[in-house]
């Protein structure tokens, strides 16, 4: 799962020698496959304590709702990469929920414009993030954070601060419909993660997202253009979470100018908890899935244990750290 | 180069937060009305337009249009809590003989009514309620308990006095999700065949509501009713219901009869939602500040009922949004 570079680089910051002994190779494994088992201790978990977890439906039903944050997460992986941060998106979901929305009542457009203005407006809101973190010069965290509150304003402004429904089924059909029984919006989630995953391994933006996150200045003097690759990556987060608002628009049937509240958090969360490294350079699109299948076991399974609402977040929050500790121990010890 | 990017940056963080708060320093120059023998109310609203509050605005102008020689002052603080307090330190220069105040926030409210008292002008807090709150003149509003009583009641008149409840939470430490689900809680506990077999928290919102209902439903456990404590959450539980083709097994319930929710209430989707008068809030605020101004004697809490809303008289209330 883990790219050549990164793992490089990794290695490098851990210097470490390249000759690998068994004790070695069994950390690399940890390291590699740590998240994964955690989930799947936790799936196994979640199947003694009840029966009805482990089902077909229910397991749709988890990687379903995951969804539209995993999109999300998948974005902020690779701003994460480059030592930068995305705060923007759950703003940026509810911007382009209730502009699709607006563009998506029966009888109007056809489908493809309501979908086609949301990607538009998210790409256009991660671009002048992008342009103004490159070219200003001013930190993502800041940037980012004008943008949760603008996008967020502009979403009450254009709504008027009301829900926006009334929308056609074929725009519906996006968040709530199936293919051969899997829901779309697993579809479209398993897409972006091949799309994304071949963009950060497979080709020169994705070594140069690793390079760039490993040592920009190095970077800038091997001839990167920098800015350029800044600004891709933020657009593509934008356009992620664009793609993720007119999936939950279309979800919940209705544009709303609240929605994706604290999604942002979420994401990096998943992101975090995949093993992408806040300082940059090291994350994986699949790390980050795993990550967002994490977070879904957890709410689902103690939704189905009803687990008092308290208790849940005090849990969440204990398995969040627990999961990342786990994870970090591997990289002091390899 | 980094250097002077990080002063140019400086500088125009500085400017973005001087426009920022240049707007607050607005003077809002409402015109005295001070004729001898002639009551003045000053209204200090958070927001014209707001569509509940606004019905709010209108149960007090239609009270005001009854009263001999009362004037009202409304002023709209657009949202902004200083900008509220300004407005009511005008009141207070203007010596208008009673204060009415939605306030904007709870954190602010009690500055404003600390300076009503100073001024020893009577101060009557309508609709939000705050820690402290017993020192204004009056309150008046709905008491929140008595909205997730009503709600409950209603659902449990529909099952029969039994069955298994599964309530959502807003979000939890919210005043209005303690009270509410405490009143579902005061209601189940008078019928010995209604337990509270889920408890979960959507967070106000529609699409964690659906999520939230999604797993309840994958857990197996037989559901009669699910009481929300508001109406985008019971409209997130309609539509998971829905789409399991389960919503005619079990009773959906709302709170806040928001024009989203009327819809459902017709279609027969959501069976109970509960309206909050704000008419009558409005003109109850009014009436206690006019008997204060008087220098007659007014409650310290005065509550208006609730309104239960279902799909008997569902097209009363889509009256009132239009």
């Not at chain 2, 009773?251 to 069976?271: C, F, N, R, S, W």
């Amino acid at each position: 799962m883990e790219s050549q570079v990164s793992v490089t680089n990794k290695r490098e910051k851990a210097g470490v020698s390249s000759t690998a002994t068994s004790k070695d190779k069994l950390y690399r494994f940890f390291d590699r496959y740590g998240m994964l088992m955690i989930l799947i201790g936790l799936v196994i978990l979640m199947s003694i304590l009840s029966p009805t977890f482990f089902t077909t439906g229910n397991l749709l039903n988890i990687v379903r709702q995951m969804s539209v944050v995993g999109i999300v997460a998948i974005g902020v992986t690779i701003v994460i990469i480059t030592t930068g941060i995305d705060l923007s998106s759950g703003s940026v979901i509810a911007l382009v929920s209730v502009v699709a929305a607006s563009f998506a009542h029966p009888d109007t457009y056809p489908v493809i414009v309501p979908i086609l203005i949301g990607l538009g407006l998210g790409l256009l809101t991660g671009v002048i993030n992008g342009t103004i973190i490159s070219k200003a010069n001013i930190a993502p965290f800041i940037v980012t954070l004008g943008m949760m509150t603008a996008a967020r304003g502009a979403a009450l402004l254009f709504s008027d601060g009301r829900p926006i429904g009334n929308l056609s089924p074929s725009f519906l059909w996006i968040g709530q419909g199936d293919v051969l029984g899997i829901p779309v919006p697993i579809l479209i989630f398993a897409l972006v993660g091949v799309i994304s995953y071949i963009l950060l391994n497979k080709t020169k933006f994705g070594k140069y997202v690793y390079a760039i996150g490993g040592n920009e200045q190095a970077a800038v003097i091997a001839g990167v253009n920098v800015d350029k690759y800044k600004i891709f990556v933020y657009g593509y987060a934008g356009l992620l979470s664009g793609l993720a608002g007119v999936i939950l628009t279309s979800r919940i049937s209705s544009g709303q100018p609240t929605a994706g509240m604290m999604y942002e958090l979420d994401a990096i969360a998943a992101a975090v908890i995949g093993g992408t490294s806040l300082a940059g350079g090291i994350g994986t699109i699949g790390g980050t899935i795993v990550g967002a299948l994490i977070i879904g076991v957890m709410n689902n399974g103690l939704d189905l244990l009803n687990v008092s609402p308290y208790w849940q977040q005090i849990l969440k929050g204990v398995i969040i750290t627990v999961a990342v500790f786990i994870d970090s121990r591997k990289n002091r010890k390899s | 180069m980094k250097g002077r990017m990080k002063w140019i940056s400086l500088v125009v963080l500085l400017f973005s937060f001087s426009l920022l708060f240049g707007c607050n320093k607005q003077q809002e120059t409402a015109q005295s009305g001070d004729k001898p023998g002639k009551i003045v109310i000053g209204a200090a609203l958070p927001d014209f337009d707001d569509k509940w509050l606004s019905y709010l605005q209108d149960g007090m102008k239609e009270y005001a249009k009854t009263q001999k020689d009362v004037e009202v002052i409304y002023v709209d603080a657009m949202n902004d809590a200083n900008k509220q307090l300004s407005q009511v330190e005008n009141f207070i220069q203007q010596k208008v003989d009673a204060i009415v105040i939605i306030p904007v926030d709870t954190v602010s409210a009690p500055q404003m009514v600390e300076k009503a008292n100073q001024a020893n002008i009577p101060i009557v807090v309508v609709n939000r309620i705050f820690d402290g709150v017993d020192k204004a003149t009056a309150y008046v509003g709905s008491e929140s308990i008595k909205s997730g009583i009503m709600q409950m009641e209603e659902v449990a008149k529909m099952l029969g006095g039994k069955g298994n409840i599964a309530i959502m939470n807003g979000q939890m430490g919210h005043e209005a999700q303690i009270k509410r689900t405490e009143g579902n809680k005061q209601v189940i506990k008078k019928y010995p065949g209604m337990k509270v077999v889920l408890e979960g928290t959507a967070e106000w919102d529609r699409a964690k509501g659906m999520s939230l209902m999604e797993n309840w439903l994958q857990s197996g456990k037989k559901i009669d009713a699910v009481v929300a404590n508001n109406d985008e959450m019971a409209i997130g539980a309609i539509m998971a219901l829905e789409a399991a083709g389960k919503l005619n097994d079990v009773i959906v319930a709302g709170i806040d009869a928001t024009p989203d929710a009327l819809e459902y209430v017709k279609q027969g989707k959501l069976k109970v939602t509960v309206f909050q008068n704000a008419k009558g809030q409005g003109q109850g605020g009014l009436e206690v500040a006019i008997k204060a101004a008087k220098g007659e004697k007014v409650e310290k809490f005065n509550w208006i009922p609730y309104e239960l809303v279902t799909k008997d008289n569902v097209d009363e209330y889509i009256k009132k949004w239009q």
